[in-house]
């Protein structure tokens, strides 16, 4: 059988992490690489002081997560990767994976929606503070980085976020949730996992 990937793409805030769980829950030899686990150990332990610090940290942690892919690939598993992937990450997935069965899934949301769930989350208290900080840890001489609405809404718009895909794309409407799910998981179990 030939090896295979699944990306979980789409907008910021569009309920991907909560899908990767029902992904797992159902999936269990699925091989969930979270970037986001990989960057708060990453930014816990080195630390960074400003925007470009924090940069070359996060393209490190990329490089690891990818990595981890090639190697749940390389083991026979099937890697599941979720992020907000946009067109810079095309080539380089393209190269990577080349040679492999990729379904990409994407989760439409707005980007009004996006953006209120991008700041609604940021300030419940709940995320790592690297999220919205250009200094960490000593956040107490640093303030939270906030896009306005228009600049994130032309960035989301110019790096193709919401129409991403890499060979086979299903679409999730991510707008109500919990979003029904029930026609991604007939499509993996009839067309992607066989």
């Known amino acids: 059988m030939k090896s295979k990937c699944i990306l979980v793409a789409g907008m910021p805030w569009s309920g991907k992490t909560s899908f990767l769980t029902k992904l797992q829950e159902r999936y269990l030899d699925l091989s969930i690489i ?10 816990d332990s080195v630390w ?8 070359d940290l996060h393209k490190k942690a990329f490089e ?4 981890q892919a090639q190697d749940a690939i390389k083991n026979n598993k099937i890697p599941v990767l979720e992020y907000p992937f946009d067109n810079r ?26 953006y209120q769930r991008f700041h609604d989350r940021d300030l419940s208290g709940k995320r790592h503070p690297w999220h919205f900080h250009s200094s960490y840890p000593k956040i107490w001489d640093s303030l939270p980085q906030y896009q306005s609405f228009e600049d994130y809404s032309e960035a989301m718009k110019r790096l193709n976020v919401a129409e991403f895909s890499l060979w086979t794309l299903l679409t ?17 179990d009839k067309e992607f996992l066989v």
């Not at 979270?34 to 930014?43: C, F, G, P, R, V």
């Not at 960074?48 to 940069?55: D, H, P, T, Y």
């Not at 999730?172 to 993996?188: C, G, L, M, R, T």
């Open 34 to 43: 979270s970037i986001d686990s990989i960057q708060e150990w990453l930014y």
């Open 48 to 55: 960074f002081s400003n925007k470009e610090e924090k940069r």
């Open 64 to 67: 690891l997560w990818l990595k």
């Open 89 to 114: 990450h095309i080539e380089q997935l393209s190269q990577i994976f080349k040679d492999i069965d990729i379904l990409t899934i994407c989760l439409d949301l707005p980007v009004e929606l996006s």
């Open 172 to 188: 999730i409407n991510a707008s109500e949730f919990p979003f029904n799910d029930k026609h991604v998981f007939e499509f993996i």
